[in-house]
């Protein structure tokens, strides 16, 4: 099952909590993996996995993210900033719970977080993303190999 397209899995590391199920998924069809973190968070390279370590500062992996993707990359993110640019790049985009980001929705999602952020400036805080269990995991390599199973066929 290897996918020929040059296509790689590009992870905005720093937060991931499914990093072991994107290799699981690279290695079962033959996809390189590149995790992008800053230096404050030491990951592994792997099997298949190249670690890109950039700076501290607040959009440093985004923007690494966004100058090196090519058309046809898997990004998986929960950044909908990170999602918008690479959808206009002819990328595939997933979060870290599954959910595949398209043209159709990425508008509603920038204009939902701005609003969530304007409501935190004038003091309303609402709760975190709840706590990510085994069946989020289980989701997430399921519509990650789906992902890669449609990609396949279309190669």
């Not at 040059?6 to 991931?16: L, Q, R, S, T």
């Not at 985004?62 to 090196?68: E, K, P, R, T, V």
């Not at 398209?102 to 400036?121: E, G, M, N, P, T």
């Amino acid at each position: 099952m290897t996918l020929t397209n040059n296509m790689n899995i590009v992870v905005d590391g720093d937060a991931c909590p499914v990093k072991k199920e994107i290799a699981q998924c690279a290695r079962t069809f033959g996809v390189s993996v590149l995790l992008v973190s800053s230096f404050d968070h030491r990951q592994e390279p792997g099997e298949g996995i190249t670690v890109i370590q950039v700076d501290r500062s607040d959009q440093s992996a985004d923007l690494y993210i966004a100058n090196h993707i090519r058309p046809g990359d898997i990004v998986v993110t929960q950044d909908y900033g990170l999602a918008a640019i690479c959808l206009s790049k002819s990328c595939k985009v997933i979060s870290f719970r599954g959910r595949s980001f398209s043209d159709q929705d990425i508008d509603f999602l920038l204009d939902s977080r701005y609003q969530k952020a304007k409501a935190r400036k004038s003091g309303h805080y609402s709760k975190g993303p709840r706590k990510m269990t085994e069946e989020d995991r289980e989701i997430f390599q399921h519509k990650l190999t789906k992902l890669l199973q449609q990609m396949q066929e279309n190669v």
